[in-house]
């Protein structure tokens, strides 16, 4: 199908009438079809999962205040409040309220949705906070005054930008850096800022100094300033390819590059330069690793010297997960065969130590959630949790206990469940894991697959009560596939399976569909797939190109013509993932798995029941890729159910109600589809 013969581009017209009343047509229909007493029920308990007071109020500590983001049944929108440590430990804090959405939505007459805010250090008295029209990625910001609680004019000297796919940092108290919609040719052709510049409090954005401007091919540019005590440093990154990006310091009004490899990840903390290395690099006549942590001293660096340490090197079992500093040390995350480690790194006179971070609750996952390196010296959060274990906050500071600082209830009977890790064979012969959560010695039965599969994005366990009531609870079994694409075992798990490599991805979800089957845990009758976005489309090439494995898919904001996805939105900034496909030559493996060019009727191949559902307000993933699958399906006589809420962003919800909806949605029609 080329675009002269798509006959449904005119759903690519987002708010077009005709368009909107197509989506509202089906999403009748849907709703209609899947009204039922036990959604209802369902959709209740989903709700309050989402409203209750028991969770834990995630927070990030700055200085002598931890902020925090409520929603829940009251304040549907949500409050953005603070407290004191001292507060926080205990079981009831009391929150100093700083804005109530709710109540700046009322009075604007807006949909706004929360987005973030920065507050700036040290004094806490200003900050520049980030709202969305209906849960879009592009947002207005707005400086906001933490002493009268209210939102700082423009005309009075307050920063204030329209609505764009901004990107801004405080400098000081009277500058910022910003990058952002500066009128026509300013942003990339995916649609991201091409020029940092700085602007003064007082003036206007048009008189702002430019710093760096990029190309139109670029994905972004962005800068910011590093405020930490004795290092104070500007930056600037240039993002090539979503890969690949230069990262520049400023030095006397100088750009300074940063020699790292492009593909590296780089970051910068007092004396230390840490590089994570994608792909082997060779430098002083040394060979790092593709996935190995480096360190080395920033301004030695800069200057030229390569005296690098190797903190972490990954094996074919291990792979890097996440760091962050304390003041005096580095927290380090790995990954063995998906299972996660924590080690504590030290810097010193004589080199680096490292020592395993103890104390930590056994047979979870764990994330860290927050340091402060600034104000806080060596204190750290982490959050603990598993498919069957709530999630806790732990607290401690290095070298100290570490104490289960806040428990999550558990919101579903794990009575008889167990988690189980497996290992398909893919195509290739490439071992792929994958977790099963079930009923002891269980007979096969309803089954649900997730798998993402790109981007670097590790799938690892985690605790949701929504899937465990929706679920498991009614005797489900449930299964995440960390398939190739991901960053499981490091970034080669992700590069082997870029652009023409993409196959891989598919393969492997495929062969962790038949091992599941192999195994007796279920049958492919009552086997569903599950996936979101770039997993979106994992469930349009499993809907096309492997129906038989499957009986039903729940397909969730995907990308799905991969013909159009780089002409649509943010989608050239994801032709380093996928490939571009007005390429010949890469069109030529694209067009083998895009999903909306491969989709016949029932007399050529008969698929499974599908539930393809997406955002109107989604401006990173367009909904015309979940429009057109849909109608193209429906033209064929193929089994398609569409729903597409009219805000709610990529994440498909604005608030806490169409949360609620759209989980129970997905889980229902999976399991009534799955039973029938």
């Not at 430990?89 to 807006?110: H, M």
């Not at 497996?422 to 079930?438: E, L, M, N, Q, W």
């Not at 016949?600 to 307000?617: M, N």
């Amino acid at each position: 199908m080329s675009n002269t013969e798509d006959p449904y581009l005119w759903l690519e017209k987002v708010t077009d009438d005709a368009a909107l009343d197509w989506v509202r047509t089906r999403n009748a229909a849907t709703t209609e079809f899947m009204k039922s007493d036990e959604f209802d029920a369902i959709q209740a308990r989903v709700r309050e999962i989402l409203d209750t007071d028991a969770r834990i109020p995630y927070a990030r500590r700055r200085g002598d205040y931890l902020y925090n983001f409520w929603r829940d049944a009251t304040h549907v929108r949500g409050l953005w409040r603070r407290t004191t440590m001292e507060e926080y430990r205990k079981d009831s804090p009391e929150w100093d309220v700083l804005l109530d959405l709710d109540a700046v939505a009322d009075a604007e007459g807006e949909n706004w949705v929360w987005s973030g805010a920065q507050v700036l250090r040290p004094d806490q008295k200003i900050a520049l906070v980030t709202l969305s029209r209906g849960g879009a990625d592009a947002t207005v910001v707005r400086e906001f005054d933490l002493e009268t609680r209210t939102f700082r004019n423009a005309d009075d000297g307050g920063f204030y930008v329209a609505e764009a796919k901004t990107d801004i940092g405080y400098i000081d108290s009277d500058a910022v850096y910003i990058g952002t919609d500066f009128g026509d040719g300013s942003l990339t052709d995916s649609g991201y800022p091409r020029i940092a510049k700085r602007w003064q409090r007082g003036t206007e954005l048009s008189e702002a100094t430019t710093v760096f401007e990029g190309k139109p091919s670029d994905i972004s540019i962005s800068a910011w300033h590093d405020r930490t005590p004795g290092f104070e440093r500007d930056f600037v990154q240039r993002a090539t390819d979503f890969y690949n990006a230069e990262l520049y310091v400023l030095e006397s009004d100088e750009l300074v590059l940063v020699d790292v490899p492009t593909d590296a990840t780089a970051s910068v903390h007092k004396d230390w330069l840490l590089v994570r290395t994608m792909t082997d690099w060779t430098v002083g006549g040394t060979t790092y690793p593709a996935g190995a942590l480096l360190a080395t001293n920033f301004d030695a660096f800069v200057r030229g010297e390569r005296d690098l340490t190797v903190l972490f090197a990954p094996d074919e079992h291990r792979s890097l997960h996440q760091w962050a500093w304390t003041e005096n040390h580095l927290l380090v995350v790995t990954l063995v065969d998906v299972a996660t480690e924590v080690r504590v790194y030290t810097p010193g006179d004589d080199g680096w130590s490292d020592r395993p971070m103890t104390g930590l609750p056994e047979l979870t996952s764990i994330e860290i959630v927050g340091t402060d390196s600034e104000e806080n010296g060596d204190e750290f959060f982490l959050s603990s949790s598993g498919y069957l274990t709530p999630a806790t906050l732990l607290y401690g500071t290095v070298g100290g206990e570490i104490e289960a600082l806040k428990q999550a209830p558990s919101f579903f009977d794990t009575t008889g469940l167990a988690v189980a890790q497996h290992f398909a064979t893919s195509d290739d012969g490439t071992k792929i894991p994958y977790f099963v959560v079930r009923r002891d010695n269980a007979e096969p039965g309803p089954t649900l697959l997730y798998g993402y599969g790109g981007f670097e994005i590790s799938m690892t366990p985690s605790y949701s009560g929504a899937t465990g009531l929706a679920w498991l609870e009614r005797g489900g079994t449930y299964v995440v596939a960390n398939i190739r694409g991901g960053g499981e075992y490091g970034p080669e798990w992700h590069t082997q399976v870029l652009r023409a490599g993409r196959h891989k991805v598919h393969e492997d979800f495929a062969a962790v569909a038949r091992d599941l089957v192999e195994r007796g845990i279920t049958t492919h009758r009552q086997l569903g797939a599950q996936g979101g976005s770039n997993g979106g489309l994992l469930m349009g090439i499993m809907l096309t190109k492997y129906p038989e494995l499957f009986g039903a898919i729940v397909c969730q904001v995907p990308l799905l013509d991969m013909k159009r996805y780089h002409l649509l939105l943010a989608g050239a900034s994801w032709v380093a993932e996928y490939g571009n496909p007005d390429d010949p030559d890469e069109w030529a493996f694209i067009s083998e798995y895009s999903p909306y060019q491969n989709v016949v009727g029932p007399a050529d191949k008969e698929y499974p029941p599908i539930l393809i559902a997406t955002s109107t307000r989604d401006d990173r993933v367009h909904p015309g890729h979940a429009r057109k699958m849909a109608a193209r399906l429906e033209e064929l006589g193929q089994d398609v159910r569409y729903f597409e809420n009219i805000e709610g962003g990529h994440g498909g919800a604005a608030d806490n109600a169409q949360m609620a909806f759209k989980t129970t949605l997905a889980f229902q029609f999976l399991w009534t589809t799955l039973n029938a």
